[in-house]
Structure formats: structure tokens, C-alpha cells
């Protein structure tokens, strides 16, 4: 089906590219990510235009890049700037660029239509505190053998945490809740209020009564913030802001996702254990749970695209389906365009 490229995709989280380069594929595009001397990021094709070695093996200085096999050294622009060769410059010498936004200790990634690149539209993550602390449950980082359209299918399920994750993050008196699902602005809500049920282990509350929920929201193209809580029958349901999760997704392949996550809140050297506590409980979900489900339903469909396996649709997949949707408009407008643009210059030549 292709992706959404006008569209801000997370490619790193600020933390993963310090002093040296980031090698990383995304939406099938060989990407390497490095910092100028100021600190602002730099995202290159992966590929020398002389004979496409990978830049990210070549050294790195000055906000420059000289590639490994034959020294051809391009700037940030990805214009050639040294030939040790001392020849002309060949006009095909020019590596590709990205635009990039450092926000929320993210580094945004714009794949399409560099004009197109606002920030403004980068999904809204601001609930990651500038100042997260120096133990703070960001910069988590899996590698998953999906289409990240199954990952996103997953995370927009409420339903599936009290069967897949039965007697770790869900039970049996979380099941049959109804999910109210809406829009807001363009972002897909699905929100679960579990009144009157038993708290799950990684609740305070673990093994009691209580009040509680599951709140999700997908931001386009890929990225989702989750809130949960629990609290004493009747009383009032306060959000603990580090018990707000974000789970962002960016293709790597049409067959493998980079699935980035993390939790909300300061955690300080006091709160270590408590963020480690939650990083350790959400990886083992994520890597002992969700993926190898993931993993194993993608296989089965060998790379076909949903619909056209005709799946039997539950109630419990209306979020999900709503982003499918919002999903392929993108990509179906984007390809509109382009047939527009492609039409016109038809019309200019004929
Ligand atoms: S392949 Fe890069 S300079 Fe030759
Ligand atoms: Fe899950």
C-alpha cells in the first residue's frame, strides 16, 4: 500500500544521535542522521552518488561527511564540496537530504515533499516533559518483524490487553467494557472507563476493587499517547502523569517497524527504581506479549494487505479501523496529487 511520506515520521530519539552518525532505515530508505558542530541534526541518504557506499562509514567532521571508499566529502546540503581527485565535480555528485525537527527529545523526520515540512503538524507529544529527569523511562527503542499498520492496529485495541496480557497488564474483570470511540481535531480517541473491576498487577492498587481506565489517542501518521490509572471505587479518577505512555511507530520496511516507547513524568535519581521498575514491566509486555503475536499474525499474512483478506470485523476494532482509514486518505490524497501534478505537465508539453 505504500506510506503517507508528507508526513513527520520519528526517526530517532534525540539521545541516539550524540557524537557520532545514526544509521537507520526508514520507509525503506537507507537514512544516516548526524549533528553539526551547533548541535543541529543532519539527515543524509545513506548512499554516495559515486558508488553508493553506505555515508554513515565514512568520518565525520565539521558538519561534513567524507565517504569511505573514494573521499568525495559532502556538506550538509549534501552538496559535494571536496573531490580528492581534484577533477570537476560531477553534477550527479549530490547526496539527498531530509528535513529533520528536534521536539519532545525526538528527531523528526520529514520523507516527502521537503516544501511540505511544517512543524507545526508533528504529532503533539508534549506530554513528555522538557525536563524529564536524569532516570527518565524515555529513549526505548524495538526492532519488530511487522508492518507497523499491525502494530498500530494493536495499540488502538483496548480489548486484546485482557486476553494477550491476561495476568500481567489485564484480567478477566477488564473484559466486556465498552470503548467510546471519537475524533478531535484529527486525532482518533478510543477511551475505556472500567468501573467497579480488579486492579492489574502493575496497579498500587493491585489484587482490589477499583475504578479504571485505558485511554489511547493516534496522532498521524503513527504516533499514540495512552493514559491509564486506577483508583478506589467512586473516587475521583486523577491521571498520574507518569502513568502516560507514548508508543510511536515508523516503518522501517513494509515488513518491520522501529516501535519506540516510553512514560511520561520526571523521574529524578530518587525515582530510578520506580522507572526502572516501569521500563522493565512495558519492555516485557512489548517483547514477551504483543510482538511475538505481531510477529506471528504478519507472517501469517504474508505481506497481503488487510482488506484484501476480507477480516471478520469485531466492534472492538472500530478505533483501529478509523486510523487504517485516516491512513490510506493520506495516502490516497498524496497520490491524487501527484497524478495532478503529473497531468499537468502532460498538458504543458502536448
Ligand atoms: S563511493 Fe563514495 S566516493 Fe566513491
Ligand atoms: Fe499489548
Known amino acids: 500500500m505504500g506510506y503517507a511520506m508528507n508526513a513527520w515520521y520519528m526517526a530517532a530519539w534525540s539521545s541516539e544521535v550524540g557524537e557520532g552518525p545514526l544509521a537507520r532505515r526508514l520507509l525503506d530508505i537507507p537514512v544516516v542522521l548526524f549533528r553539526r558542530d551547533d548541535g543541529s541534526v543532519v539527515a543524509l541518504h545513506d548512499r554516495c552518488p559515486h558508488r553508493f557506499a553506505p555515508?554513515?562509514?565514512?568520518?565525520?567532521?565539521?558538519?561534513q561527511v567524507e565517504c569511505a571508499y573514494h573521499g568525495l566529502r559532502f556538506d550538509s546540503a549534501g552538496a559535494c564540496v571536496h573531490n580528492p581527485a581534484g577533477e570537476t565535480i560531477p553534477p550527479q555528485a549530490k547526496v539527498r537530504t531530509f528535513p529533520v525537527h528536534e521536539r519532545h527529545h525526538i528527531l523528526w523526520i520529514w520523507m516527502g515533499e521537503a516544501a511540505l515540512a511544517d512543524p507545526d503538524r508533528i504529532a503533539d507529544l508534549s506530554c513528555i516533559?522538557?525536563?524529564?529527569?536524569?532516570?527518565?523511562?524515555?529513549?526505548?527503542?524495538?526492532?519488530?518483524?511487522?508492518?507497523?499498520?499491525l502494530e498500530?492496529?494493536?495499540?488502538?485495541?483496548?480489548?486484546?490487553?485482557?486476553?494477550?496480557?491476561r495476568g500481567t497488564l489485564g484480567n478477566d474483570s477488564m473484559r466486556g467494557h465498552k470503548v467510546n470511540v471519537h475524533e478531535e481535531n484529527g486525532a482518533i480517541h478510543a477511551d475505556l472507563w472500567m468501573p467497579g473491576t480488579i486492579a492489574?498487577?502493575?496497579?498500587?492498587?493491585?489484587?482490589?476493587p477499583c475504578d479504571q481506565w485505558t485511554n489511547i489517542v493516534w496522532m498521524?501518521?503513527?504516533?499514540?499517547?495512552?493514559?491509564?490509572?486506577?483508583?478506589?471505587?467512586?473516587?475521583?479518577?486523577?491521571?498520574?502523569?507518569?502513568d502516560v505512555a507514548v508508543?510511536?511507530?515508523?516503518?522501517?520496511?513494509?515488513?518491520?517497524?522501529?516501535?519506540?516507547?516510553?512514560?511520561?513524568?520526571?523521574?529524578?535519581?530518587?525515582?530510578?527504581?520506580?522507572?526502572?521498575?516501569?521500563?522493565t514491566a512495558q519492555t516485557a509486555a512489548f517483547v514477551t506479549e504483543d510482538n511475538p503475536m505481531i510477529e506471528a499474525v504478519d507472517e501469517r499474512m504474508e505481506g497481503a494487505e488487510l482488506w484484501s483478506l476480507r477480516p471478520a470485523i469485531l466492534s472492538s476494532d472500530v478505533a483501529s479501523v478509523r486510523v487504517r482509514r485516516e491512513i490510506e486518505k493520506m495516502i490516497r490524497r498524496e497520490n491524487r496529487s501527484e497524478s495532478a501534478a503529473e497531468g499537468n505537465v502532460e498538458s504543458a508539453v502536448a
Open 152 to 165: 498500530i492496529d494493536n495499540l488502538m485495541d483496548l480489548s486484546h490487553v485482557n486476553y494477550l496480557h
Open 247 to 279: 508508543h510511536i511507530l515508523t516503518p522501517e520496511t513494509e515488513r518491520t517497524t522501529h516501535y519506540f516507547y516510553g512514560t511520561c513524568g520526571v523521574f529524578g535519581p530518587e525515582q530510578r527504581e520506580l522507572a526502572e521498575m516501569i521500563r
Open 220 to 242: 498521524a501518521p503513527s504516533a499514540m499517547r495512552l493514559d491509564y490509572g486506577a483508583v478506589p471505587p467512586g473516587a475521583p479518577a486523577v491521571q498520574q502523569p507518569e
Open 200 to 208: 492489574p498487577i502493575y496497579s498500587a492498587l493491585f489484587g482490589r
Open 55 to 63: 555515508l554513515h562509514m565514512g568520518r565525520f567532521a565539521d558538519g
Open 129 to 149: 516533559p522538557e525536563d524529564p529527569g536524569e532516570c527518565a523511562n524515555i529513549g526505548n527503542h524495538l526492532h519488530v518483524r511487522a508492518n507497523y499498520l
